[in-house]
């Protein structure tokens, strides 16, 4: 399931708060911008996928899966 795959890129970048998909990276998981361009690098390794950290700084864990979604 692409959530789950989201959340321990996350997770393994350790951060301990609690992941939902409303979570916001920035906002709500306070990642810093070496801890999104690692997310960033996770993402594009898993799924093929590029989002530039500037964009994940905005983007809630829902729009990083949608974003997956309209990879496939």
Known sequence: MVFEK???IIEDIGIEDEI???SRLYDDLALDSTELALVSTALAKAFGIFIESRVLKTYSVAQVIEAVALKA
């Open 6 to 8: 989201v959340k321990a």
């Open 20 to 22: 939902i998909e409303s």
